[in-house]
């Protein structure tokens, strides 16, 4: 999962690329979308790994359920927008996310935790996006976040919710390390506006639902958009009952590897994550109650014992 490559322009002038989606098991039988990180485009800004799940309707006995693991020199952060998910962790928290709220979760220098769906059946539409932390602030200590209210307005026909960052004066709540945005934009009627950006973020934008156009080029199905830096503005145009997600922020400058569920800045910090998991050392601390713990894969430059 390390690349290095940035994606080619291939839309002229307007610098809109548009890079394929492709599909990852997340267990259990779910596949979800997967736009971060890809042979193309590794990060945005600090935005390192973005996971789009359904919309699904779970069947009586299907829902998500993902065992105890681990996380290092991140934040992970869950955008809900159908359905709940528990989230339990080693801090010690409990929290159910329901549409509209934010999760978020500082990795830092190591937490588990785990993800289960809530109800026996229902709809599953979510984002899962992760933060690579900035160099010095890589292993911080762990922490969690639970956001109901966030950010609101109208933009004509649009409704805009800002998870992350800042937009034009407006702050989300949530904390993070980076100068970053994410906004999510939807519209009930076809609508067709100019959104404001800064020149030194580069940017990406994701369908959730319906259709979604750029600069009147359509985001086309299962692939994600990105936008270079250098423009002040993008006119986003959405169908009828269309979503979007929009993330940016100044494109990162450190390395950042990532293998599994950790992201270190080097290969090095990755061999000891690893290591410190699978041998259940104290760095991860235990989720209370979890009754499934995952493996770690073996990193693939790590010699074997």
């Known amino acids: 999962m390390e690349h290095d490559s940035k994606p080619t322009d291939v839309s002229g002038e307007s610098r809109v690329s548009q890079i394929d989606l492709r599909l990852a098991e997340l267990g259990e039988g779910f596949e979800v979308a997967r736009a971060l990180p890809s042979k193309q485009q590794r990060l945005v800004g600090p935005w390192c790994f973005l996971d789009h799940l359904g919309p699904a309707d779970l069947a009586a006995g299907k829902g998500l359920h993902i065992g105890a693991h681990p996380h290092t020199c991140l934040q992970t952060f869950t955008w809900m927008m159908k359905g709940e998910i528990l989230h339990c962790d080693s801090l010690g928290y409990e929290q159910v996310i329901r549409p509209g709220q934010v999760n978020l979760m500082t990795a830092g220098r190591g937490i588990s935790h785990t993800e289960d769906s809530v109800g026996d059946a229902g709809q599953l539409h979510t984002a899962q996006l992760w933060i690579a932390l900035p160099p010095g602030q890589e292993e911080i200590d ?6 109901a209210d966030l950010p609101v307005w109208g933009l004509g026909a649009m409704t805009c919710t ?3 960052g800042e937009h034009d004066g407006r702050c989300s709540p949530a904390k993070v390390y980076s100068d970053m945005m994410g906004v999510d934009l ?16 580069e940017y990406a934008v994701l369908v959730c639902e319906g259709s979604v156009a750029l600069d009147d080029q359509p985001v086309q199905s299962k692939r994600f958009a990105y936008l270079a830096p250098g423009r002040d503005h993008v006119t986003v145009s959405l169908e009828a009952s269309s979503r979007c997600l929009l993330i940016g922020g100044a494109p990162f400058t450190s390395e950042v590897h990532i293998w ?41 430059w790590m010699e074997s014992r």
């Open 186 to 201: 939807q519209a009930n009627v076809a609508t067709r506006q100019r959104f404001e950006l800064r020149p030194d973020f």
């Open 162 to 164: 800002l998870l992350a």
């Open 142 to 147: 762990p922490a969690f976040e639970h956001h």
């Open 260 to 300: 599994w569920n950790f992201v270190a800045p080097s290969r090095e910090h990755i061999n000891l994550a690893f290591q410190d998991w699978q041998d259940h050392g104290p760095r991860f601390g235990e989720v209370p109650g979890a009754s499934r713990r995952l493996d770690a894969p073996r990193p693939p």
